[in-house]
C-alpha cells in the first residue's frame, strides 16, 4: 500500500509558520499603553464630576427633610380646626332637630331622633365618629361601640391614669365647649390605647356634651401621604435625572416615582449586579445623625429608547445621600448617575483613537501579508484534502439507507483513512441495532396498543412519535396525523374552573427530568370539540445511561367518575342544611308561637279603635313575615314536604316580585297573563323561589341599575306522559335580567349547595329554587350568554280553575260567643313550658277545661288514668317533637291503643314535616302549626271536636 502523507503533521506546521507572522501583533503594545494614558485622565474628570453631584444630592435631601418637619408642625392645626367644625355641625343638627321636634314628640323620642342622625356619620377615612355624655357620666352614644350606650363612665380612665369623662365634663361647665387630649380605643383596631385630640361643645337642652375627635395617628398617616406624593414628583440635575425616594427602615418602598411598581413591596434583600445589598447599606447610612452616602447600581429614569420603543441602556452605577427620619422610621434619599460624565470622556476617547489609527494602519498590512501566505500553503493540499472529503461525503450522504462502506484505497491522507475504518464499523454496527430497534418497536407497539389507557410518548423535543388507539380516540387525532406534531398541539388541557390554559406535562418532564403528576380539574380538549376530565402522570423515558431521551405520557377519561362523585356530594351537602334547617326552624316556631298567642289574647282586650290595637296588629302581622322565614328554611329539612293548597299564584308573584326590588335602581316589567291558571303550591316556599331569582337578577346588574322582566303565562306541554313534567297543563314563569351573565363553565355548578360568585353570597339561594321546585313536582331551566343577561324559567303542574278564598284574619270572637268548645277537656302536651301556658290560657277563654304535661308518656298515663275515672277527655293536642322524650306520634299510637275513638291534633314548629302533611295517615284527626294564630287554632279545635 502506497505510503500516505500525515495530515496533522501538515496542519502543525501551518500552524506554526502563523504564530511566527502573528507574532508581529506585539505591536500593538503601544495601543495598550495608550489606553492607560486615556485611563488616567478619564478617572480625574469622574472623581471631579462625583464631588460636584454629591454635593447636589445632600443639598435636596436636606431640603425634602427640612420641608417634612414644616408640614409636620403645620398638620396639628389643620386637624384641631377640622374637628372643631365637625363638632359644630353635629350640635347644629342636633338643635334643629330640637327646636323642631321638641312640640312634636317626648324628650325621650327627641334624644332617639338626634342618636339615630349622628350615629352612621364617619369621617377621617371612618376612623371619626361621634359621642355623647350626659351630665352624670353616661354614655348617651358612643357610635364606634354600641355596646357601651347606657353605661356610666364617670370613672373611666386611660393608661395614665386620668379621669377622661370628668375632665370633659368640667372643660363643658367652665367654657361651654374646648379641646382635650387624652388616650382612646381605635375603632377595628385591637391593642393599647391611641393617642387621641377630641373637640366637645356644650348640649344645653338636655346637658348633653356632644364630642368628636381624631387620632393623632391618623394625622400623622394622611400627612405621611400627602408628603410622599409631593416627594414623587421633585426632579433637579441638568437631564431632569435626579429624584427623591422614600424607603423605611423594614426595607419597604414608600416612594419611588421612576419605579412606582415598587411602592409598598419590601426590597430588604435586593441586591444589584455588584452584590451590593442596596437597603441594608441606605439602612446603615442613616444611622448617622448626619446621613452618609451609599454607592449602587441602578436604572436611569430617562434611559434611551431604540426606534422600535424599546429600552436598550443597562443599570448605570450610581452613588447616593441617605438620611433618617427615626420617629417616622423613613429613609430619605437621592443619588447621582455616576456615568453622566461620560461625555466628556468620549471626546478624550476620540482624540485618542486618531492617534491609534496610524498605529491600526501597520498592523493591518501586516495581518494581510500573513493572510495571503496562509492562503497560498492551504490551496497546496486543499485539492487533496477535498477529495478524501468529497469520499467521505459521499458515504455520509448515503449510509441513512445504504449499506455500501467506504473504500480505503481511494483516500490520499493517513487520517482519513483511519476513520474510514471507523466509519465502516459504525455502520455495520447500525446495521445491527437497527435490525434489533425494529423488532423492539414492533413489541413496544403491540403493548401499547393493549393498554386501557391513553399513551403518547414523545422525543427529547416534545415531538409526537406515538399515540395508541385510546389516545387517538381522546385527542382526536390519527397517529399519522400526530406524528412529529408538538405535544402541545396535540394534547390541549386546560383548568375546569377557571378555563385557563395549563403547561404541557410533557414539558415540565423534559424540565425537571422527574414523573410530574396532572393536577385536579383537568380538562382536556379534543379535535374534535369534545372536553374529557383527564388525570394520571408524564415520566422521562431514559436510555442505558440515564440520559433522558423523550416522554412518556399516560392518561384517563374520567368525566363519568368524577359526575357520579359530584352528584353524591351534592346529596349530602343537602342532607347537612336539611338537618340544620329543620332543627332551627323547631325552636325559631317554639319561640313565636309564645309571642304570637300572647300578643293576639292582648288584642282580645283592646278595641279595635285603641291606639295600642294597631301597634299589636302591625306585630301579630310581622309575625306572620317571620312564620314564612321558618317555612323557608324547612325547605331542604330531611324527609320534607311543602305543606300545599290549590290557589291563586299571580298576586304571590306579583307581591312577592315587587317587595324584593322595593328601594332599588332597577325597574319591573309584569307581564302576567289573564286567567292565569291555579296551582297546588306551598306560599312560602313559592315565594322564596320569586324572591331568590329577582334577588339574583338585581345582583347581576350590579349598582348601574336596569330592567328585569317577569313573564306569568298558561302553556300546554305536548310531552305529558314524559319525564320530568307529567302534567299536560302547566304554568311557565320566567325572571330574565340584563346582568352579566354566567360564563358556560359555570352552567354545572350555579344549583350546587354553597356555590356562589358573590363575595358576600352563601350559595344557597339557586338551590334552594331548585330543591323548592323539584318538590312541587316542577322544573327549573335556565339559559345565559355572557354580557347578555340571563332567563330563569319555572314550569308548574296546574289545576282547573278553582275559586280562591282570600285568607281573612278576624278578631278573636267574644267569650260568649263560643259554643262548640265550652266546657270541652282538653288535655296539652308540649315540652316548652310557655307554650302550655299560653294554650291553657287560649283555651280557658274559649271555655274549654285545659290541663297540660310535658312529655308523651305522661300524656298517655294522664289519658288512661282520666278513662279508668270515667272522665274522658274530649280532645287531645300533642307536640309532634320532644327532644330526650316521647314524642307526639308515639304518644298518639299509644292513646288510640287505649281509645281507638280518642280524638288527637298534632301540633309542630316543622310545617313541612311528612306527618304534619299527611297527618290523617298517623292517626291524627286535625293539626295546628306553630305559631298559632287564634283564629285557626279554634276552628281547628271545633272541627275536629265536632267531626
Known amino acids: 500500500m502506497r505510503r500516505k502523507i500525515g495530515l496533522i503533521n501538515l496542519l502543525r506546521w501551518l500552524f506554526v509558520v502563523a504564530l511566527v507572522m502573528l507574532a508581529g501583533v506585539l505591536s500593538l503594545f503601544q495601543i495598550s499603553e495608550s489606553y492607560r494614558q486615556f485611563g488616567r485622565q478619564s478617572k480625574n474628570i469622574r472623581e471631579e464630576f462625583i464631588g460636584r453631584q454629591k454635593e447636589l444630592v445632600k443639598r435636596e435631601v436636606e431640603r425634602v427633610v427640612d420641608r417634612i418637619s414644616q408640614d409636620r408642625a403645620m398638620s396639628a392645626g389643620k386637624a384641631k380646626h377640622h374637628i372643631m367644625e365637625r363638632v359644630y355641625e353635629a350640635h347644629a343638627i342636633a ?142 440635575g441638568d437631564q431632569q435625572n435626579g429624584y427623591i425616594f422614600v424607603v423605611s427602615y423594614e426595607g419597604v418602598t414608600l416612594m419611588n416615582d421612576t419605579k412606582r411598581h415598587l411602592i409598598g413591596k419590601n426590597i430588604w434583600d435586593l441586591t444589584d449586579p455588584n452584590g451590593v445589598k442596596i437597603v441594608q447599606e441606605e439602612r446603615k447610612a442613616v444611622q448617622n445623625p448626619d446621613g ?26 450610581k452613588t447616593s445621600f441617605m ?49 495571503l501566505l496562509f492562503l497560498f500553503f492551504l490551496s497546496i493540499v486543499g485539492r487533496y484534502l477535498r477529495r478524501d472529503y468529497e469520499t467521505f461525503m459521499r458515504f455520509f450522504s448515503r449510509a441513512a439507507d445504504s449499506d455500501e462502506e467506504i473504500k480505503q484505497d481511494e483516500l490520499k491522507f493517513k487520517e482519513f483513512d483511519e476513520l474510514s475504518g471507523y466509519a465502516n464499523r459504525m455502520l455495520r454496527e447500525k446495521i445491527e441495532s437497527q435490525r434489533k430497534l425494529e423488532a423492539e418497536h414492533e413489541r413496544l407497539e403491540v403493548t401499547l396498543h393493549s393498554i386501557g389507557d391513553a399513551v403518547i410518548t414523545t422525543d427529547i423535543d416534545g415531538l409526537v412519535l406515538m ?16 406524528l412529529s406534531r408538538p405535544v402541545n398541539e396535540i394534547f390541549k388541557i386546560i383548568n375546569k374552573t377557571t378555563r385557563d390554559s395549563r403547561t404541557c406535562p410533557v414539558n415540565e418532564v423534559l424540565e425537571k427530568k422527574e414523573i410530574v403528576e396532572l393536577e385536579n380539574h383537568t380538562l382536556l380538549l379534543s379535535r374534535d370539540g369534545c372536553e374529557y376530565d383527564v388525570e394520571d402522570s408524564a415520566a422521562p423515558i431514559r436510555d442505558s445511561s440515564l440520559v433522558v431521551i423523550g416522554v412518556v405520557l399516560v392518561f ?30 323547631h325552636d325559631f316556631n317554639n319561640l313565636l308561637t309564645g309571642i304570637f298567642g300572647n300578643i293576639s289574647l292582648a288584642k282580645n282586650f283592646l278595641e279595635t279603635d285603641n291606639k295600642a290595637f294597631g301597634f299589636l296588629d302591625a306585630s301579630e302581622k310581622s309575625i306572620g313575615r317571620a312564620t314564612d322565614l321558618t317555612a323557608q328554611l324547612l325547605t331542604f329539612a330531611k324527609g320534607g314536604a311543602p305543606v300545599t293548597k290549590v290557589q291563586a299564584i299571580d298576586e ?92 358556560p363553565h359555570l352552567f354545572d355548578k350555579i344549583l350546587d349547595p354553597y356555590f ?25 331551566k335556565f339559559t345565559s350568554e355572557t354580557g347578555q343577561g340571563s332567563v330563569f324559567t319555572i314550569y308548574l303542574p296546574a289545576v282547573e280553575k278553582v275559586a280562591i278564598l282570600k285568607k281573612s284574619e278576624p278578631l278573636l270572637e267574644k267569650v260568649e260567643s263560643v259554643q262548640s268548645l265550652l266546657d270541652a277537656r282538653i288535655l296539652i302536651m ?67 291503643q287505649l281509645d281507638p275513638k280518642a280524638k288527637i291534633v298534632v301540633s309542630s314548629g316543622y310545617t313541612n314535616d311528612l306527618v304534619m302533611a299527611q297527618y290523617q295517615d298517623y292517626g291524627f284527626k286535625g293539626r295546628v302549626v306553630k305559631p298559632y294564630q287564634i283564629g285557626e287554632l279554634k276552628m281547628a279545635l271545633e272541627r275536629v271536636l265536632a267531626g
Open 95 to 236: 338643635e334643629n332637630i330640637y327646636n323642631r321636634q321638641r312640640g312634636v314628640k317626648n324628650r325621650a323620642e327627641v334624644k332617639e331622633l338626634i342618636k339615630d342622625s349622628l350615629r352612621p356619620i364617619r369621617f377621617n377615612d371612618g376612623s371619626g365618629f361621634y359621642f355623647i355624655i350626659d351630665a352624670q357620666g353616661t354614655n348617651v352614644l358612643c357610635a364606634d361601640s354600641c355596646s357601651l350606650e347606657g353605661l356610666n363612665v364617670l370613672e373611666h380612665r386611660d393608661y395614665q391614669g386620668r379621669y377622661i369623662i370628668r375632665e370633659m365634663l368640667e372643660i363643658a361647665s367652665l367654657k361651654e365647649e374646648g379641646f382635650y387630649h387624652y388616650f382612646w380605643t381605635k375603632p377595628d383596631v385591637r391593642g393599647v390605647d391611641h393617642r387621641k385630640l377630641s373637640f366637645i361643645k356644650h348640649f344645653a337642652p338636655y346637658n348633653w356634651i356632644i364630642g368628636s375627635g381624631v387620632y393623632f395617628s391618623d394625622i400623622e398617616k394622611d400627612l405621611q401621604q400627602e408628603l410622599l406624593e409631593k416627594i414623587g414628583k421633585i426632579r433637579f
Open 292 to 317: 452618609g452616602f451609599i454607592s449602587y447600581v441602578w436604572d436611569k429614569p430617562s434611559a434611551q429608547k431604540s426606534s422600535l420603543n424599546v429600552i436598550f441602556q443597562k443599570p448605570s452605577p
Open 323 to 371: 438620611k433618617g427620619i427615626d420617629d417616622w422610621q423613613w429613609m430619605i434619599g437621592a443619588g447621582v448617575y455616576l456615568d453622566d460624565c461620560e461625555g466628556e470622556i468620549a471626546l478624550l476617547h476620540d482624540c485618542r483613537m486618531r492617534e491609534l489609527k496610524q498605529v491600526v494602519a501597520g498592523i493591518v498590512v501586516m495581518t494581510l501579508v500573513v493572510i
Open 467 to 482: 399515540l395508541n388507539p385510546i389516545a387517538e380516540k381522546l385527542t382526536g387525532w390519527r397517529q399519522n396525523l400526530a
Open 556 to 585: 384517563r377519561d374520567v368525566t363519568a367518575k368524577l359526575k357520579s362523585e359530584h352528584e353524591i356530594q351534592r346529596s349530602r351537602q343537602l342532607e347537612s342544611i336539611g338537618t340544620l334547617a329543620g332543627g332551627i326552624a
Open 652 to 743: 304571590i308573584i306579583k307581591e312577592t316580585a315587587e317587595f324584593s326590588l322595593r328601594g332599588s335602581n332597577i325597574k319591573l316589567h309584569l307581564d302576567i297573563a289573564p286567567g292565569l291558571w291555579s296551582a297546588e303550591v306551598d306560599k312560602g316556599q313559592l315565594s322564596q323561589v320569586i324572591s331568590n331569582l329577582v334577588i339574583n337578577a338585581q345582583q347581576a346588574m350590579s349598582d348601574k341599575g336596569g330592567n328585569i322582566y317577569l313573564r306569568a303565562e298558561n302553556i300546554y306541554n305536548p310531552d305529558a306522559k314524559a319525564a320530568p313534567l307529567a302534567a299536560e297543563q302547566l304554568i311557565k314563569i320566567s325572571v330574565e335580567d340584563e346582568g352579566c351573565g354566567i360564563p
Open 756 to 780: 356562589t360568585t358573590r363575595e358576600l353570597g352563601n350559595g344557597l339561594g339557586l338551590a334552594t329554587c331548585h330543591s323548592i321546585v323539584l318538590r312541587h313536582d316542577g322544573l327549573l
Open 830 to 896: 308540649d315540652d316548652e313550658p310557655h307554650i302550655c301556658q299560653l294554650l291553657e290560657q287560649l283555651l280557658e277563654r274559649f271555655g274549654a277545661l285545659p290541663a297540660t304535661v310535658d312529655d308523651g308518656s305522661q300524656v298517655v298515663s294522664e289519658y288512661q288514668e282520666a278513662l279508668e275515672r270515667g272522665e274522658p277527655y274530649d280532645l287531645v293536642i300533642v307536640d309532634l317533637t320532644v327532644p330526650g322524650g316521647m314524642g307526639g306520634q308515639e304518644a298518639a299510637e299509644n292513646i288510640l
